[in-house]
């Protein structure tokens, strides 16, 4: 079978200029290969999400709504009895209610296109295997970041301030960021493992009681002495703590080494049965 040279080619009308050398090509598990493929697929989640009602409501205007009914309904009342505005306590409660439902949003959104076969087509193109899930730890920091700037600008609107510096400004965003990968490790875990949504969905009842029984949402002495010891030291209180401190000022190292310890042990816990999950999901 006859062949074209170079220059046959290129004289084509509409035709390419020929295949890429050898050399040039990317390999497939290489670190450039690892860059562009979870550069693409995180542009891929980050579109999909933004067109997705559900992760929207979930992870922007449930929060920033639930802030907004706090404030009103409840913001004289606890600052009152708390001697400092309830935005430093509800304004973290809030961003981080807005981090994790939007994890368990996209957990959802995950376990749905592993059951529509999205998965197994990605995994059977030629890009580096890793690249799914390096973009969704990507997409998940996005994510983060919005719904946390989202939260403190309607809290600047209600007279929310950072009192203590940029620095401490930037490590107020940091604690979400942290909580929220570590929560979504855990979430993705589970996702991969059941083929029932309804046990992540569940999730956010949980998370809601969390809410319920932290410091965001009144101050520690007011609820009884017998259930003071959870309340402090769970996960979600631990992490509004160390934000309030960082924005109003106060105790930051106790509660910052809380939610360190909290964020690492569920990241070491549930980062490799969701790498596991991963592939066992992509490969059916």
Known sequence: MATLSSAD??????????????????RERSVASLAMGSWIQT???????????????????????????????LGRQISSFAGYDALYGTVPMTALVGVMSGSIAGAVTMGRERDDGLLARM??????????????????????????AVIVAVGYVLGFRFTQGIPAAIGFVAVPLLFGLAFATMVTAIALFTAKA?????????SSLLMFFSTG????????????PFVENQPLTCAIDAMKGLSLGGPVQAPLI???????GAIVVFAIPAAIGYRRASRK
Do not use: C
């Open 123 to 148: 995994w059977v193109l030629p890009i580096h295997r890793a690249s799914g899930l390096v973009s969704r730890i990507l997409a998940e920091g996005v994510r983060i970041v919005a719904t946390t």
């Open 9 to 26: 080619s290129a004289a084509l009308p509409g035709a390419v200029e020929g295949f890429p050398d050898r050399d040039r090509v990317v």
């Open 258 to 264: 809380k939610t360190v310890l909290w964020s690492a």
């Open 43 to 73: 542009q891929r989640l980050l579109r999909r999400w933004t067109r997705d009602p559900m992760t929207l409501t979930q992870a922007l205007f449930f929060p920033a709504l639930l802030l907004v009914m706090l404030n009103t309904v």
């Open 198 to 206: 309804t046990l992540v969905e569940a999730i956010s009842l949980g």
């Open 217 to 228: 949402f009144v101050p520690l002495d007011a609820y009884p002495e017998w259930i003071q």
